[in-house]
């Protein structure tokens, strides 16, 4: 058995703590500053949020919004796109399953990173190129 006493966590602003990682799942604590927000994005895998201290926001790019403290727990799809907002300072426990998600770089062979990782140069050399 592994516990945590997540209210007295010595976590860091904007550094996100690896609880545990598992071939199943990854549990991850994160503060984040009053004021301050998680910008609209996504992971691969399914995602759980539970507010462990503060006031947050959080709106997903479907137009849903949720707004809580301590005890909020919300629940994403894989590859769901939302945002959090803190609305002061906040720390949350953020639960992902399966781990890695399909996609993840972490799944990935060594291959597919090469030619991931070739594609996005090419992206990259394509929008900085003013006649492309």
Excluded: Y
């Excluded at 597919?112 to 090419?122: D, G, I, L, V, W």
Aim: negative net charge.
């Amino acid at each position: 058995m592994k516990t945590w006493e997540l209210g007295t966590l010595d976590l860091r602003p904007h550094a996100p703590q690896i609880l545990s990682s598992t071939d199943d799942a990854r549990a991850i604590t994160i503060e984040i500053p009053a004021g301050e927000s998680m910008q609209d994005h996504q992971v691969h895998e399914r995602a759980w949020v539970t507010v462990i201290e503060g006031d947050v926001e959080i709106t997903t790019a479907a137009g849903e919004r949720v707004s809580g403290g301590p005890g909020l727990f919300v629940e994403f799809d894989p590859r769901e796109r939302h945002a959090l907002h803190a609305r002061s300072r906040t720390r949350i426990l953020l639960l992902l399953t399966p781990w890695p998600g399909e996609g993840h770089p972490g799944a990935m062979t060594l291959e597919a990173k090469r030619r991931a990782r070739e594609a996005a140069a090419e992206h990259d050399a394509a929008r900085s190129d003013p006649a492309g």
